[in-house]
């Protein structure tokens, strides 16, 4: 067909439009919502012919079916019956976008009364590029009323697709209550995001599927850029990654190839689960790779490689590091925006690196290095739930069952009059273990830069509610060999100045170090970004946008798979940031495989993680269940508040779908999705027996609420300190770079001479003390789009009005918890919800402002 006779064809067919809207032929009105980017400024950059343009100006590049949810068409195998396609009106015309930067845009569908309701529609683009489709709205539907589409999707060209993309109404149904014209669309969606498992993926795919940790090498660069496959092994076992199909490397056919360092953002992950624009903007991905990977040159020479007080590093918050003449950062003004670099560089006139005051430092610059604070941060820093109740003496090793702890008399001289067995009976004591963890790792570890102690710490819980460190056991393997099993020595705390005392500051900085490293690749990477990776993927793989499960978990999965993959790229890679600013270095991630055998699922549960830990007992009076060995213990006490809140929540919104157990049972897309995330995306752990059976709605909504809770709450407690606390490196170094001095050593008497340098010679160099507090100062800020616990992107979410009340109802509940944690933070009789930094525990407090606020709970891992 000519263009001429094309042009001819729309136009008959508009004019015909016009004559039956005149003939009084029914119509229904509808509204489509658009997010920014998109088309409405036309293809910019993008050469389209005549034809083209004409289709632009009547509107007809964009198109809508409506789909019947109650009338099905015998000639479409039995799929529901389809509307004429509507074209989006006032396509051409040049709106100003809201100010949620939308654009609204007319559509006249032609009714049918056979169409009934309208369930779903299918939407085909015709136009050059994407358009983000929010919202669609069919007003005055006959016999209805309104039906509204909640979309929030990237729609691409049409030929990008083998079929045009469909929406459907937000209407929740379990699959055997589907209507029956819908059912077949229901499968043949879930169908296209599950794929073939075949190809790479594109940048326009909407592809679910798994793969194994295999990305994280880059053979091509030498030996030391090496590390084991992640996943599908028992040495190294690991929850799986969403696949992304890049080819294999030249060197090494099993392991993934990766993309160039400048196209980090790029890397694969279903379009819809990529960075809005104001996120992408917000995290300043290319400060973080310029940082680590472009500035640390520059940053060595400029900076050397010692703080000589703690006075320097004050600097970095009070003045900035003061530039030579013609310093390092003039060679980029010209390529980096100005306003970008100042960001990156925190460069103002001739300093560098002037960041924000953390708060831990805020009111008292040196209350940080106090014993009450180092225990305090136990209770409620960023590593909070890490901490055990002692329950024998001397301590199990799972590796070492014969090995001692050489206190017994000091500990006893210091138990205020309890023997060990007594204060172990009472409750008293209390561990901070890093023991097993780390022994398995540490020879490799001490050949490297690094060189540290496995540690141990034991507490004394007093009558005041606070903890008092007894005595550090610092250990390192045997020197001739693993069969000689370990060297340890305990350091105690002394009242008075002198080696003694500078010699427990540094014990309590490697207690420090190790507790940094596991926090941020067990506590935090492993626990909540890695392990949750798996659920999503199942979630959309195996239930439907219409199943009300996904309709449930989906705010909290926002964000997750683009960060985590971001993290691949630049973070946990071989040579990654986090190798580079964290003491386990290239033993990282194997290190955190290691702790993977040790995870149950069900243990994830704030109430059976309490238990477990032995800070916890159950208690049927109680309203979590759960009663607390140490009251003050801030993490816990907030923390079980927003996890009961999470499980009514949870609880009001099954039972309106699920009304009994054999709904649970016969349920299709759920005991699919459950097989499936045991089998596919835990794969390593699908034989444990620890795997609810999801025969029960108590099993469901246990599962759901565990979801839930890692994805929010649990992360926002262990993220969003990072900068907080870890901002001032003194407090939360990463690293050590030497063992304790032995006596007759020019270091020793250092020890005794200048005690600051002592101590920031054997702790974090001053370059990657800028590295790490740049990186964990992004990794701790809300970004401007954040939608936190108890809040929905849209209020129309669902159109069923039992779940909404219930959500009106836990929104109100997180805002009392709120009012709550307020209220202890400035009650005196808790010790522990401020400390002697006076920095209140707000990090379990629901809601917060953009930036660094050490509060704020968002719905997801989205950072």
């Given at each position: 067909?000519?263009?001429?006779?094309?042009?001819?064809?729309?136009?008959?067919?508009?004019?015909?439009?016009?004559?039956k809207?005149?003939?009084g032929?029914?119509t229904?009105?509808?509204?489509?919502?658009?997010?920014?980017?998109?088309?409405?400024d036309?293809?910019?950059g993008v050469?389209?012919?005549?034809?083209?343009?004409f289709?632009?100006?009547?509107g007809?590049?964009?198109s809508l079916q409506?789909?019947?949810?109650?009338t099905?068409?015998?000639?479409?195998?039995?799929?529901?019956k389809?509307g004429k396609p509507?074209?989006?009106?006032?396509?051409?015309?040049t709106?100003?976008?809201?100010?949620?930067?939308?654009?609204?845009?007319?559509?006249?569908?032609?009714?049918?009364?056979?169409?009934?309701?309208?369930?779903?529609f299918?939407?085909r683009?015709?136009h050059?590029?994407?358009?983000?489709?929010?919202?669609?709205t069919?007003?005055?539907v006959?016999?209805?009323?309104?039906?509204?589409?909640?979309?929030?999707?990237?729609?691409y060209?049409a030929h990008?697709?083998e079929?045009?993309?469909i929406?459907f109404?937000?209407?929740?149904?379990?699959?055997?209550?589907?209507p029956?014209?819908?059912?077949?669309?229901?499968?043949?969606e879930?169908?296209?995001?599950?794929?073939?498992?075949?190809?790479?993926?594109?940048?326009?795919?909407?592809i679910?599927?798994?793969?194994?940790?295999?990305?994280?090498?880059?053979?091509?660069?030498?030996?030391?850029?090496?590390?084991?496959?992640?996943?599908g092994?028992?040495e190294y076992p690991?929850?799986?990654?969403?696949?992304?199909g890049r080819?294999?490397t030249k060197?090494?056919?099993?392991?993934?190839?990766?993309?160039?360092?400048?196209?980090?953002?790029?890397i694969?992950?279903p379009?819809?689960?990529?960075?809005?624009?104001?996120?992408?903007?917000?995290l300043?991905?290319?400060?973080?790779?310029?940082?680590v990977?472009?500035?640390?040159?520059?940053?060595?020479?400029?900076?050397?490689g010692?703080?000589?007080?703690?006075?320097?590093?004050?600097?970095?918050?009070?003045g900035?590091?003061?530039?030579?003449?013609?310093h390092?950062?003039?060679?980029?003004?010209?390529?980096?925006?100005?306003?970008?670099?100042?960001?990156i560089?925190?460069a103002?006139?001739?300093?560098?690196?002037?960041?924000?005051?953390?708060?831990?430092?805020?009111?008292?610059?040196s209350?940080?290095?106090?014993?009450?604070?180092?225990?305090?941060e136990?209770?409620a820093?960023?590593?909070?739930?890490?901490?055990?109740?002692?329950?024998?003496?001397?301590?199990?090793s799972?590796?070492?069952?014969?090995n001692?702890?050489?206190?017994?008399?000091?500990?006893?001289?210091?138990?205020?009059?309890?023997s060990?067995?007594?204060?172990?009976?009472?409750n008293?004591?209390?561990?901070?273990?890093h023991?097993?963890?780390l022994m398995?790792?540490l020879?490799?570890?001490n050949?490297?830069?690094?060189?540290t102690?496995a540690?141990?710490?034991?507490?004394?819980?007093k009558?005041?509610?606070?903890l008092?460190?007894?005595a550090i056991?610092?250990?390192?393997p045997?020197?001739?060999?693993?069969e000689?099993?370990?060297?340890?020595?305990?350091?105690?705390p002394?009242e008075?100045?002198?080696?003694?005392?500078?010699?427990?500051?540094?014990a309590?900085?490697?207690?420090s170090?190790?507790?940094?490293?596991?926090?941020q690749l067990?506590?935090h990477w492993?626990?909540?970004?890695a392990v949750?990776?798996?659920?999503?993927?199942?979630?959309?793989?195996?239930l439907?946008v219409?199943?009300?499960i996904h309709?449930?978990?989906?705010?909290?999965?926002?964000?997750?798979m683009?960060?985590?993959?971001?993290?691949?790229?630049t973070?946990?890679n071989?040579?990654?940031?986090?190798?580079?600013t964290?003491f386990p270095a290239k033993?990282?991630?194997?290190?955190?495989?290691?702790?993977?055998?040790?995870w149950?699922?069900?243990?994830?549960a704030?109430p059976?993680?309490?238990?477990k830990?032995?800070?916890?007992v159950e208690?049927?009076?109680?309203p979590?269940?759960?009663r607390?060995?140490?009251?003050d213990y801030?993490?816990a006490?907030d923390?079980?508040?927003?996890?009961?809140?999470i499980?009514?929540?949870?609880?009001?919104?099954?039972?309106f779908?699920?009304?009994?157990e054999e709904?649970?049972?016969?349920?299709?897309e759920?005991?699919?999705?459950?097989?499936?995330?045991?089998?596919?995306?835990?794969?390593d752990?699908?034989?444990?027996?620890?795997?609810?059976?999801?025969?029960?709605?108590?099993?469901?909504?246990?599962?759901?609420?565990?979801?839930?809770?890692?994805?929010s709450?649990l992360?926002?407690?262990?993220?969003?300190?990072q900068y907080?606390f870890g901002g001032?490196?003194?407090?939360?170094?990463?690293?050590?770079r030497?063992v304790?001095?032995?006596e007759?050593t020019?270091?020793?008497e250092?020890?005794?001479?200048n005690p600051?340098?002592?101590?920031?010679k054997?702790?974090?160099?001053q370059?990657?003390?800028v590295?790490?507090?740049?990186?964990?100062?992004?990794?701790?800020?809300h970004?401007s789009?954040e939608v936190?616990?108890?809040?929905r992107?849209?209020p129309?979410?669902?159109?069923d009005?039992?779940?909404?009340?219930?959500?009106?109802?836990?929104?109100?509940?997180?805002r009392?918890?709120e009012?709550r944690?307020t209220e202890?933070?400035?009650?005196?009789?808790?010790?522990n919800r401020t400390?002697p930094v006076?920095m209140p525990?707000?990090?379990?407090?629901?809601?917060?402002?953009?930036?660094?606020?050490?509060?704020?709970?968002p719905?997801?891992?989205?950072?």
């Amino acid at each position: 067909m000519s263009e001429d006779s094309s042009v001819k064809s729309l136009a008959d067919e508009n004019g015909s439009k016009k004559m039956k809207c005149e003939l009084g032929t029914r119509t229904v009105k509808g509204k489509v919502v658009l997010g920014q980017p998109n088309l409405a400024d036309l293809a910019t950059g993008v050469h389209v012919s005549a034809l083209d343009w004409f289709h632009e100006l009547l509107g007809h590049r964009v198109s809508l079916q409506l789909i019947s949810a109650v009338t099905p068409d015998p000639e479409n195998k039995l799929r529901g019956k389809l509307g004429k396609p509507a074209p989006l009106e006032n396509w051409n015309k040049t709106l100003a976008p809201s100010k949620d930067n939308e654009r609204a845009f007319d559509v006249t569908f032609d009714w049918d009364e056979e169409m009934g309701v309208p369930g779903a529609f299918l939407i085909r683009n015709n136009h050059h590029n994407e358009f983000l489709l929010k919202t669609v709205t069919v007003e005055d539907v006959p016999g209805h009323g309104q039906v509204h589409f909640v979309c929030d999707s990237w729609v691409y060209p049409a030929h990008r697709y083998e079929n045009d993309r469909i929406f459907f109404a937000n209407k929740a149904y379990l699959p055997h209550e589907t209507p029956e014209p819908l059912l077949r669309y229901r499968v043949e969606e879930l169908e296209n995001l599950r794929g073939d498992g075949t190809g790479e993926r594109k940048e326009w795919d909407r592809i679910y599927d798994y793969a194994c940790y295999n990305d994280l090498s880059e053979p091509g660069k030498g030996p030391d850029y090496i590390r084991p496959t992640l996943g599908g092994s028992t040495e190294y076992p690991y929850p799986r990654r969403n696949r992304t199909g890049r080819p294999p490397t030249k060197e090494d056919p099993r392991v993934e190839s990766r993309i160039p360092l400048l196209n980090s953002m790029s890397i694969y992950v279903p379009r819809d689960e990529r960075f809005g624009q104001i996120k992408m903007s917000d995290l300043l991905a290319f400060a973080i790779k310029s940082i680590v990977h472009f500035l640390k040159p520059g940053i060595q020479g400029l900076c050397g490689g010692e703080f000589d007080s703690f006075d320097d590093i004050m600097k970095l918050y009070e003045g900035g590091i003061k530039l030579p003449k013609g310093h390092f950062v003039e060679s980029f003004r010209e390529s980096i925006p100005s306003e970008m670099l100042k960001e990156i560089l925190r460069a103002d006139g001739d300093r560098l690196f002037k960041f924000p005051k953390p708060q831990v430092i805020k009111e008292d610059k040196s209350a940080w290095a106090t014993d009450e604070e180092f225990a305090r941060e136990m209770l409620a820093g960023v590593d909070p739930n890490v901490i055990c109740r002692l329950k024998e003496f001397p301590p199990t090793s799972k590796l070492n069952p014969e090995n001692d702890l050489k206190m017994k008399e000091y500990l006893e001289k210091n138990l205020d009059g309890l023997s060990i067995y007594e204060a172990i009976k009472k409750n008293k004591l209390y561990i901070l273990d890093h023991y097993d963890t780390l022994m398995p790792f540490l020879r490799g570890i001490n050949e490297t830069s690094t060189k540290t102690y496995a540690t141990r710490t034991l507490l004394f819980l007093k009558e005041d509610g606070t903890l008092k460190p007894l005595a550090i056991e610092l250990s390192l393997p045997h020197p001739d060999g693993d069969e000689f099993g370990v060297i340890s020595d305990v350091i105690t705390p002394v009242e008075e100045d002198g080696i003694q005392r500078t010699l427990w500051q540094i014990a309590k900085a490697y207690v420090s170090v190790n507790d940094s490293g596991y926090h941020q690749l067990i506590s935090h990477w492993l626990k909540t970004h890695a392990v949750i990776e798996p659920f999503i993927i199942a979630t959309n793989r195996q239930l439907s946008v219409l199943h009300p499960i996904h309709k449930l978990l989906h705010p909290h999965f926002r964000d997750t798979m683009n960060i985590n993959a971001f993290g691949r790229q630049t973070l946990i890679n071989a040579g990654g940031a986090l190798e580079m600013t964290v003491f386990p270095a290239k033993y990282s991630l194997v290190m955190s495989s290691a702790a993977y055998k040790d995870w149950v699922f069900p243990e994830q549960a704030l109430p059976a993680d309490l238990i477990k830990r032995g800070l916890a007992v159950e208690d049927e009076k109680s309203p979590h269940g759960v009663r607390l060995l140490i009251e003050d213990y801030p993490f816990a006490v907030d923390g079980l508040e927003v996890w009961s809140a999470i499980k009514a929540w949870v609880r009001d919104y099954c039972c309106f779908y699920y009304k009994n157990e054999e709904a649970v049972q016969r349920d299709p897309e759920l005991q699919s999705w459950w097989k499936e995330l045991r089998e596919e995306g835990h794969a390593d752990m699908k034989d444990k027996p620890w795997w609810p059976r999801m025969e029960s709605r108590d099993e469901l909504i246990q599962t759901c609420t565990i979801i839930i809770w890692v994805a929010s709450a649990l992360h926002a407690a262990i993220n969003f300190g990072q900068y907080p606390f870890g901002g001032y490196m003194p407090n939360r170094p990463a690293t050590t770079r030497r063992v304790l001095p032995k006596e007759g050593t020019p270091e020793y008497e250092e020890l005794r001479t200048n005690p600051e340098k002592a101590f920031l010679k054997t702790v974090t160099s001053q370059p990657l003390t800028v590295l790490g507090i740049s990186l964990v100062e992004i990794l701790s800020k809300h970004a401007s789009d954040e939608v936190y616990l108890g809040q929905r992107d849209t209020p129309d979410w669902t159109s069923d009005e039992v779940p909404k009340e219930a959500f009106l109802r836990f929104g109100k509940r997180l805002r009392e918890i709120e009012e709550r944690i307020t209220e202890m933070n400035s009650d005196p009789q808790w010790k522990n919800r401020t400390g002697p930094v006076k920095m209140p525990y707000t990090l379990l407090y629901p809601s917060s402002e953009v930036g660094l606020t050490a509060k704020g709970i968002p719905n997801s891992i989205s950072i």
